[in-house]
Nanobody
Framework: VQLVESGGGLVQPGGSLRLSCAGSGFTFSSFVMRWYRQAPGKERELVAVINSAGRITNYADSVKGRFTISRDNAKNVVFLQMNSLKPEDTAVYYC????????WGKGTLVTVSS
């Protein structure tokens, strides 16, 4: 199982970014996918979840209405569209799935700063 995140970077407050996570080594379309984040000095927290078909999503209260998780099962990719970004969204963002055990990507850094 391999998960590879991309799309992070430096963005000003109020800006947008779209993160991508490419999955391989498992039947991507059969598994729930999650985005987590970890800010400096803080614990890793769940940001968003999407079911295997992409029809059911759930979000942390801190990102509801600003972030959207989606997936393209034909391309084995899950996305996180982040709008109205705030400095407190600064973190390393990780893609996750559970396939017998937890699998994580290496993460992509998002920095929200003016």
């Amino acid at each position: 199982v391999q998960l590879v995140e991309s799309g992070g970077g430096l963005v000003q407050p109020g800006g947008s970014l779209r993160l991508s996570c490419a999955g391989s080594g498992f039947t991507f379309s059969s598994f729930v996918m999650r985005w987590y984040r970890q800010a400096p000095g803080k614990e890793r927290e769940l940001v968003a979840v999407i079911n295997s078909a992409g029809r059911i999503t759930n979000y942390a209260d801190s990102v509801k209405g600003r972030f959207t998780i989606s997936r393209d099962n034909a391309k084995n990719v899950v996305f996180l569209q982040m709008n109205s970004l705030k400095p407190e969204d600064t973190a390393v963002y990780y893609c996750n799935t559970v396939y017998g055990m937890n699998y994580w990507g290496k993460g992509t850094l998002v920095t929200v700063s003016s």
